[in-house]
């Protein structure tokens, strides 16, 4: 019986409908709490999906064309296995388009800690140099820190993977196997600067290191965009870390967002793509071409 439910989905998946599509890109906001499905990879050529052989594991962010930054967190565990990770780029869809690429290493903050958000950053470097494309394209990095004044920043990854049989058999319908396959958008408000600084400091973390973002409605409280770029005017401001408090459910609190400004961060990417030893104290001059921030 389980064999031909598969074939029946695979068949009807295969053979999804225009209209379906069309559907499927028209959901409401309902269904997706403040994400909204994309609908063309021309509109976020930096964002990357981190796969574990063909399983989604996490978000990232193109940074050039060698590099992807996303959460330490998400990729910790495959640190001995380099050879189970790919990274796809240029594509809306997890499973396929774009370019589905091997990894040459990951390198992870030396001051990452899977108990805190403060570091939880690691850089992702590809076997080979992609060729940039309108649909594949790296994002430029916030390199100084500034206080935030948006009202809201652009926020996006897949969803999260549902892996036990009775969840499997919840979302198994056409619309809901492409919607998880499918790259969502949301505009998530910064928390309140008071606020913000408050949860911080209750819980011990660095003020320099995060920014608060306040979740979407209608979502699991605990549920984290792992590894997703925080992105304003065309900026990385830095990427979603997997942390929440134990009591989330019960005590729903912003998300945490790793900054990719902040000093003892923003000089670790540089010294790691550049092949240097870092230190706490590795600064580089704000001149470099590929990342000189003229907001």
Known sequence: MFLIVIVILKALFFNLSESSLKTLQNATTYDLGDHTIVSSSNVFPYVAAILN??????AGALIDESWVLTAADSVFLFRDSLRLIHVRLGSINNKNGGRLLPI??????????????EFDVALIQLAKRVRLTQNLNPIRLQRKP???????????????QHTSSAELYKVASVQGVERR?????????PTK???CAEVLEELGFLKTNIMCLDQSLGIDPCSRDVGAPVVLNGILWGVVSSWAPEDCDLLPGPTFVTLASAPNVSSWIHATMRGVTWHTWTIFD??????DDDD
């Open 53 to 58: 052989k063909s399983q989604y594991l996490c």
């Open 104 to 117: 040459k290493l990951i390198e992870f903050h030396p001051y990452f800690d899977d108990q805190k958000p």
């Open 146 to 160: 500034k206080q935030v004044m948006a009202t809201h920043f652009i926020v996006t990854a897949w969803p999260a």
């Open 181 to 189: 396959r499918t790259l969502q958008v949301a505009h998530l408000h």
């Open 193 to 195: 600067p008071e606020q």
């Open 286 to 291: 704000t001149d470099y071409e590929d990342y």
